[in-house]
């Protein structure tokens, strides 16, 4: 039994059960052993999951191009603040600024990169790697709402969610208990948070009996603290996951909760807890639409594939000599359908920008799928948004 896991069995011991979002907020960032705060929490070959970062520099340059892109569209403003959130070791800021660097010294001037960090470990080892970036890169706020682009890959998936089951004719959220053998169990809860009991009423009950699924109330308040970061400019959200419709169809029968270990991918998270990411898609029609009542506008949602094949042709234009062979294998790894191409979606919003230019990035983002995202029937968020 793992550390983390003798102390939630103490702590239900005493309090006899608790939602799965508390369970998979010690799981993933207990401050001593949770996944997170720990020395695991590894992407990359080495580590439990692949991420779009991991793959090479050739993410961070792509986005450095349409960061740079954005700065231009807004007149090149002389502080130009891109905020990252969930940036991990500080890898994908060290590609965007050495593209900036290399390419864009004018660009670089104007650029403070502000990380959104909430565990010191990463904070710290965020500024190791860009320690030759020092004077650009902080983690303090550098404006109550900033001019520029804020930035999160992979950050929603790793918001604890709740966790809900259709049975007897209704829905309950599910627990984490102790069995009668101190094992880890699962409990049929009555749900009482405010913000499930209401997108439960909208998902409705045409669910087949022990229909299980995942909400995250908690990724509508990470929208609009976003969207409150900026006073002007562009959000982008790169993450696996789907539209209301989709995520909510009654087939998905089991939700989309994954445990990852070692490239290893399961479905149980009382295995190995803390040193397991937990992890469940973003379900992006809650996301858009808590962003729309914040404030933004929903620019485009499409896959991960359109988006940088878009984004990367100005430089594949200008490029000379022709891609080398890392270039092309890491663009194919994040682009191709059968990699990361299809599986992430980028959510792109705008603060403030209506009367700007559309990002080139955009171009083949079908405006049908923005109105999926927004469907009215899978609108509702809390009423305080
Ligand atoms: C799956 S990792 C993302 C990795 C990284 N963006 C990449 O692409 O390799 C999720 C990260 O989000 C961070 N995180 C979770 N909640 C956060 C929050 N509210 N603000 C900022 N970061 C957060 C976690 O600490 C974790 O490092």
């Avoid at 009996?209 to 982008?236: D, N, W």
């Avoid at 270990?261 to 809650?286: K, M, N, Y």
């Avoid at 700007?356 to 109105?371: D, E, N, Q």
């Amino acid at each position: 039994m793992t550390a983390l896991a003798q102390l939630l069995t103490k702590r239900l011991q005493e309090e006899g059960s608790m939602p799965f979002s508390s369970f998979m907020a010690a799981a993933l960032y207990h401050r001593e052993h949770g996944y997170y705060t720990s020395e695991r929490g590894r992407t990359g070959r080495a580590g439990d999951f692949f991420t779009s970062v991991s793959v090479g520099p050739l993410f961070g340059q792509i986005m450095a191009g349409e960061f740079c892109a954005a700065w231009e569209r807004l007149g090149k403003p002389d502080h130009f603040t891109l905020i990252e959130a969930g940036a991990n070791d500080g890898q994908f800021a060290l590609d965007v600024l050495n593209w900036a660097h290399q390419h864009r010294p004018d660009f670089l001037r104007a650029l403070v990169y502000q990380i959104d960090e909430p565990l010191p470990r990463m904070a710290t080892l965020q500024l190791r790697t860009l320690n030759s970036f020092r004077s650009q890169v902080t983690h303090d706020r550098v404006d109550a709402a900033a001019h520029g682009c804020y930035f999160a890959n992979e950050l929603l998936d790793a918001i604890p969610c709740r966790r809900v089951r259709f049975t007897g004719g209704r829905w309950q959220e599910l627990h984490v208990g102790l069995d009668a053998e101190q094992d880890f169990c699962w409990l049929e809860r009555e749900p009482e948070d405010r913000a499930l009991v209401k997108r439960l009423a909208w998902l409705g009950e045409e669910f087949p009996e022990g229909y299980t699924t995942e909400i995250a109330p908690a990724v509508g308040s990470q929208m609009r603290l976003a969207a409150a970061r900026l006073e002007q400019g562009y959000l982008f959200f790169a993450d696996y996951g789907y539209p209301a419709r989709d995520y909510y169809a009654p087939q998905r029968t089991s939700g989309t909760l994954r445990c990852y270990r070692q490239h290893r991918a399961h479905e149980d998270p009382f295995d190995a807890i803390g040193e397991t990411d937990l992890t469940a898609h973003v379900d992006f029609s809650l996301a858009a639409t808590t962003a729309v009542q914040s404030g933004c506008e929903v620019l485009g949602f499409l896959d991960q594939a359109r988006f940088l094949t878009a984004a990367a042709a100005p430089a594949l234009r200008d490029m000379e000599p022709p891609t080398s062979a890392a270039w092309q294998r890491q663009f194919q790894t994040l682009t191709h359908p059968a990699h990361l191409g299809q599986k992430f979606q980028f959510l792109v919003l705008g603060k403030g920008v209506s009367g700007h230019t559309r990002p080139a990035s955009l171009a083949f983002a079908r405006p049908t799928a923005t109105a999926d995202l927004l469907d009215p029937v899978f609108r509702a968020v809390e009423d305080e948004a």
